[in-house]
Every structure is written in structure tokens, then in C-alpha cells.
């Protein structure tokens, strides 16, 4: 069978066609809801913008250094 000729990855769902399975359900994914409206989720989905990607790492940065301050204050108080 040949390749989709949307996602080129998967092959085609029958002998005719020129998509995947995948790709038909995307269509009427599009169909039903508007291209529009299915990009602008994917986008606000899949596609991180830098500000939300800084704050992601600022938000790891506080995890790990909250965990490191907590792992030295047991350390001090087992000391002691
Ligand atoms: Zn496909």
C-alpha cells in the first residue's frame, strides 16, 4: 500500500485513497469544527511560545531549589 500523502508517514487506509486513517479522522475533525478552530488548538496545544516555555523553566528551577532547601534543612536538623 502507498504512504499517506498528508502525514507521508502511514500508509494509505485503502488501495484507492490518498490518506491514512489518521489523516480521514483529521478531515472530518476539520470538517466538523473549521480548520481555524482546530489549528489555533493545536497551536495553543503542542506549539509552547517563549513566555509560557520561561515560566515552565521557572517553575522547574523553584521545584528543584524548594527540594534541595528542604533536602539541606533535614540534613542540618539530622546533624544536630
Ligand atoms: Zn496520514
Redesign the pocket.
Known amino acids: 500500500m502507498a504512504?499517506?500523502?498528508?502525514?507521508?508517514?502511514?500508509t494509505?487506509d485503502s488501495w484507492w485513497g490518498n490518506?491514512?486513517?489518521?489523516?480521514?479522522k483529521?478531515q472530518r475533525l476539520i470538517s466538523l469544527f473549521g480548520g481555524e478552530k482546530i489549528m489555533s488548538i493545536l497551536e495553543n496545544v503542542l506549539i509552547v511560545n517563549d513566555e509560557v516555555q520561561k515560566q515552565k523553566i521557572k517553575d522547574e528551577l523553584k521545584g528543584e531549589l524548594t527540594t534541595r532547601e528542604y533536602n539541606l534543612r533535614k540534613r542540618k536538623e539530622d546533624d544536630a
Do not use: G, P
Not at 504512504?3 to 502511514?10: S, V
Not at 490518506?19 to 480521514?24: A, F, K, L, Q
Open positions: 504512504q499517506c500523502k498528508f502525514c507521508l508517514t502511514d494509505v490518506w491514512c486513517e489518521r489523516c480521514h483529521l
